[in-house]
């Protein structure tokens, strides 16, 4: 059984070209949207579309990419709220201390001192460090920013993540 991860969402086109407006998912822009490589477009209960990567660039907050054999508005028009996504191998292996955050998400949290949180539910990424949203008992939330002082490990295997959460943080 093949995995599956999304790494952008086609919102619309852009210009008369081919290109397409993606909302991006994935924390590696660059390397995903290299001339070259294949992503899978998925739309509406079809079978996967693979599509290779002709062209990418910036615009405002978007990912604007065109796919060969595709040149214009027409044929790619179909493409819109399609996903984008690469299989499990197309997954680069990360440093020590980063990772996916489909890793992440699912995770239990405890305190150092034996606490348990919640499970987290979701990340945010507002600025400076992604903010990890913990869903708790009772349906209190707890938002922990992913900083070095604050989380302590990070066990995917296991997925437990240990905290030593700072005054005020859990009020």
Known sequence: MEKWFNVGKIVNTHGVKGEVKVVSTTDFPEERYQKGNTLYLFRNGQEPLGLVIKSHRNHKSFDLLTFEGYENINEVEKFKEGILKVQEDQLQELDEGEYY???????????????????????????????WVVKGE????????????????????????TIEPMEGLLS
């Open 138 to 161: 009772r349906g209190k939330e707890y938002l922990i920013p992913y900083i070095e002082d604050i989380v302590k490990t990070v066990d995917i295997e296991d997925q437990l993540i």
């Open 101 to 131: 955050l489909h890793e992440i998400v699912g995770c239990k949290v405890v305190t150092t001192s034996g606490e348990e949180l919640g499970t987290v539910k979701e990340i945010l990424s507002p600025g400076a460090n992604d903010v």
